[in-house]
């Protein structure tokens, strides 16, 4: 499916080397004054700018956004919002090569098995290219949280098996200078959110969150609370911990996950052509971010 959501909706739609990316949200309120500076920012920040190992694609293509329907003088109507980013830096003639072959580590073959059919060129819309109308849609959702009190911030905590921030950029260097890549970890940190959001059963919040965010390219893993490192402590050293989420229902305390980015396996070390991220979890952070964004407004509306 290519819709997320039940009462505030978003419909990702296009593929990477195509005309255009981009979304319908449905369930926005109206009037809500969309900030377009921070959306321009956030995209730049998905794009890599000014950030080591980002692919030159990414640093290269302008996003610019184009609303179609549902806002005019920067307000929402209260009507679907449908906008396109339009592929001004597309090269599919870079990917002919995959026609009739398949990369390893890549949705490529799988796809082809599944529909009898693909969009050759860059991965089409396997491709992370689509994670820019998350981040476009997770903006607006960011902005209407902002209004109930409700902050989200995310940060790159881990690249490989360096957990300095200042040696992070170095790291990814290294990587890139060799034709590798590397993967990374990002936390993400949920303030204001009050007691009750999310359901005892099928429905937990930790559940629909590592559900949005196990969705976005390269995640392989999610955790909350003490995560995997509280397998090692007794229950009485961490009984305490709830991690904001208690029997799957907010508790009024902050809420951090952690989600885990591996390393791209497009390299030129293994021999495969195109413009590549030598570390992908860098970008990854607006995109978690986005993405818990819309699973919070999808519970709250």
């Known amino acids: 499916m290519n819709v997320f959501g039940e009462k505030w909706t978003f419909t990702s739609f296009g593929e990477s080397h195509g005309a255009a990316i981009g979304g319908v949200l449905d369930g926005v309120p109206a009037g809500l004054h969309i900030d377009m500076e921070m959306i321009r920012s956030e995209l730049d920040r998905r794009a890599g700018k000014g950030m080591t190992g980002a692919s030159p694609r990414a640093k290269n293509e302008p996003d610019e956004v184009e609303w179609l329907s549902g806002v005019i003088d920067g307000r929402t109507l209260g009507t679907p919002i449908a906008f396109i980013i339009r592929n001004k830096d597309a090269r599919p003639e870079d990917y002919e090569w995959l026609k009739h072959s398949y990369r390893v580590g890549h949705a490529d073959k799988v796809y082809e098995l599944k529909y009898g059919i693909r969009d050759w060129r860059g991965g089409g819309r ?30 790159l905590v881990q690249v490989g098996a360096e ?54 390219n390269a995640c392989k893993g999610f955790e909350y609370g003490t995560g995997f490192g509280g397998v090692t402590q007794p229950g009485s050293a961490i009984n305490h911990i709830s991690g904001g989420i208690a029997g799957g229902i907010s508790d009024g305390t902050d809420i951090t996950f952690r989600c885990v980015f591996k390393p791209t396996p497009s390299t030129l070390k293994a021999g495969i052509k195109g413009r590549h991220d030598a570390c992908v979890a860098t970008r990854a952070v607006p995109v978690v971010e986005a993405m818990t964004a819309i699973v919070l407004i999808d519970l709250l509306s």
């Open 126 to 155: 396997a491709s992370a290219r689509e994670t820019a109308a998350r981040v476009v849609a997770g903006c607006i959702a960011k902005q209407d949280l902002a209004q109930k009190g409700i902050e989200i911030h995310a940060r």
């Open 163 to 216: 957990t300095d921030p200042t040696k992070f950029n170095e790291t990814i260097a290294a990587y890139q200078q060799e034709g590798d890549s590397i993967g990374g970890i990002v936390e993400c940190t949920i303030s204001g959110l009050p007691t009750g959001v999310g359901e005892p059963i099928f429905n937990k919040l930790q559940a629909e969150l590592a559900f949005a965010v196990m969705s976005i």
